[in-house]
């Protein structure tokens, strides 16, 4: 079945440190992928996505995440995190279709 | 700001009732998304909308129902409400298949 994995319910990182959010998907070809955050009693902002093509891409707010087909991965990374970057983060799909699939999430929590 | 408006913000009814939650999509944007996310069930894909016609359903209940109008506003009616329907709903919106979709804001419903 076509599923999208967040393993990493809840992550604790310093102000300043490094960041991984892990995703993995499953699919039988090339999904389109996005990230997607949501800030508390917020929407949904788009951060990046990755249709095809070079599989580092870049996006807002200084986040970078890399597709690797043969891990069936799309991980999200900042280089320092920030206070502000507190939030949940979604990894997203669609798998040959319009809909979206979500993970199930990762909230992050930022500690000075 | 993602250009995608809904109303109301926030809406508290009791068990049994109907409400009707409004979206306007981003300027140019034709297909429009609903989207519920709650506490067990995360977020999930309701009900797909473009120019006017149905086109994907998700694990939408029989008693809700959407539509989307002429000037491309959309509606999702919910009926005969129960506590489990209390949940934050979401639209979205986008110009073409299988790219980024762009969210509103969000309505959170409470049924008591």
């Known amino acids: 079945a076509q599923s999208v994995t967040q393993p990493d319910i809840h992550i604790t990182v310093s102000e300043g440190a490094s960041l991984e959010l892990r995703c993995n998907y499953s699919y039988g070809a090339t999904p389109y992928l996005f990230w997607y955050v949501q800030s508390p009693g917020q929407g949904l902002q788009l951060l990046l996505k990755y249709f095809s093509g070079d599989t580092l891409v870049q996006g807002i707010k200084g986040f970078e995440a890399e597709f690797k087909r043969s891990q069936s991965s799309f991980n999200l990374r900042k280089p320092s995190v920030h206070w502000s970057d507190a939030a949940e983060y979604f990894c997203v799909s669609n798998f040959g279709n319009e809909k979206l699939t979500f993970g199930t999430g990762t909230r992050l929590t930022i500690i000075p | 700001d993602s250009g995608v408006t809904q109303t109301p913000k926030h809406l508290i009814t009791a068990t049994g009732q109907r409400v009707t939650l409004r979206c306007s999509p981003r300027?140019?944007?034709?297909?429009v998304y609903w989207y519920q996310q709650s506490l067990d069930q995360g977020l999930q894909f309701l009900i797909q909308?473009?120019?006017?016609?149905?086109?994907a359903k998700g694990n939408i209940l029989e008693r809700f129902s959407a539509q989307q109008f002429p000037d491309l506003h959309s509606e999702l009616n919910l009926s005969s409400l129960e506590l489990g329907d209390s949940a934050l709903y979401f639209c979205?919106?986008?110009?073409?298949?299988?790219?980024?979709?762009?969210f509103g804001p969000g309505t959170r419903l409470t049924v008591t």
């Open positions: 300027s140019g944007d034709l297909s």
């Open positions: 909308y473009y120019n006017g016609e149905e086109r």
């Open positions: 979205a919106s986008s110009v073409r298949g299988r790219g980024e979709q762009y």
